[in-house]
C-alpha cells in the first residue's frame, strides 16, 4: 500500500478502505498553521463497530489541538473520521488512537481528545485521551 494518501479536489469523495488510510491523509492534506491558538472539531456522527457484538456504535468525538507548524485540513477530517465506520473498538482505545494519529500527523503542541458513546443498554460512555507534544 502507497504511503501517499490524497483526497479528490472535486466531486464526491471515495470511501476509505481504512484507518490506516484516514490517518495518511491527515498527514497528506495538512497545511501551514495559521497564527491561531486552538482548534476545535465535533464530528456530530461517529459511527464505530462494537468489536464484541459486531453491532454500530454512534456518537460524537470531540478534538481539540493547540497547532504548532500544521494544521489538519477539514475536508480530511470527515474522510479520516469516516475511516473509523467498519472499524471495531472499543470507545476507550478510539479516544487513545485518535489522539495518537493526530499527534503522528501534524505534532501539535497539544491535542486533547472526547469520545461521546451514545446510550446503549442504557449506559452512557465518555472517554478522554490527551497528548503533549514531546512527552
Known sequence: MS???YLPRS?????PNSVEEGRGVLKQEAFDAPNVQRITFRALEF????PKTGQPD???VEIAYTPR?????SKSMKFYM???RDHGAFCESLAAQIADDIMWAIEPASVD???YQTARGGIE???EASREYGE
Open 125 to 127: 460512555l465518555t472517554t
Open 113 to 115: 481528545v472526547t469520545v
Open 58 to 60: 454512534f456518537g460524537t
Open 69 to 73: 507548524d500544521k494544521c489538519i485540513e
Open 47 to 50: 459511527t464505530a463497530i462494537c
Open 11 to 15: 466531486g464526491p469523495m471515495p470511501r
Open 82 to 84: 469516516w475511516s473509523f
Open 3 to 5: 504511503d501517499e494518501y
